[in-house]
């Protein structure tokens, strides 16, 4: 599996676009970025995925190069409650008889301030 | 559907006593994932299976960690004898096969004492 790397911290004032960028140099060719997010004493929910460029859904965008060995989430105008910690999850393509990993990191925990 | 019901929500218990965790996956999905999450370690994959069969169980820490998945509708994870470490927050999450996405239960709160 792909070893990811985050920062582990992030501010950011309330309004302001957040960009959490995510290293992964061993990405393999089949292999998909996922991005969950955990609030407190909850458990994570997905957020996106994607294989390469752009892709958008209503909560973030997800920018990933041609190399594809680092992604980037951007979330626009953030409020007290995207509060959080994101994690960035390099996740297999199915490869048959059952394997499928799911692993995560240590994540960037997310503070938004007033 | 509710979602991943996991039960019970808290649980605290004495060191030494048979504790057992449930979780309920979202119908009709392929894949169950037990992890643990604690402040030291963050969250952890203890055991996940596919089809009720467990596929890899290299995260469970210890023999007195085991888990089940009798059918497709439920999965247990028990842990004898408890030990003051195994405090953490225990999650499921379930994952219908070839989709993005994985869903989380709510956790079970457990504290050894």
């Known amino acids: 599996l792909a070893k990811t790397t985050q920062p582990i911290s992030m501010d950011s004032y309330e309004g302001q676009e957040v960009n959490i960028t995510c290293s992964h140099n061993?990405?393999?060719?089949?292999?998909?970025i996922t991005w969950y997010q955990q609030f407190p004493s909850q458990g994570p929910r997905f957020i996106i995925q994607?294989?390469?460029t752009k892709v958008t859904n209503e909560v973030a965008s997800l920018f990933i190069p041609a190399d594809r060995k680092s992604s980037t989430l951007s979330l626009p105008r953030v409020s007290l409650s995207d509060t959080a910690v994101y994690y960035c999850?390099?996740?297999?393509?199915?490869?048959?008889?059952?394997?499928?990993?799911?692993?995560f990191g240590k994540g960037t925990k997310l503070s938004v301030i007033p | 559907d509710a979602g991943v019901i996991q039960s019970p929500r808290h649980e605290v218990t004495e060191m030494g006593q048979e504790v057992t965790l449930r979780c309920k996956p979202i119908s009709g999905h392929d894949y169950l994932f037990w992890y643990r999450q604690t402040m030291m370690r963050g969250l952890e994959l203890l055991i996940y299976?596919?089809?009720?069969?467990?596929?890899?169980d290299s995260g469970m820490p210890e023999d007195r960690f085991s888990a089940k998945m009798p059918n497709a509708s439920f999965s247990t994870l028990k842990i004898q004898p408890s030990e003051p470490r195994d405090s953490a927050v225990y999650f499921c999450a379930s994952r219908l096969q070839g989709a993005a996405e994985a869903f989380f239960g709510q956790g079970t709160r457990l504290t050894v004492v």
């Open positions: 994607g294989y390469k």
């Open positions: 999850l390099v996740v297999p393509a199915y490869s048959g008889a059952g394997s499928y990993q799911l692993t």
């Open positions: 061993n990405i393999a060719t089949n292999d998909y």
């Open positions: 299976f596919n089809n009720n069969v467990p596929i890899d």
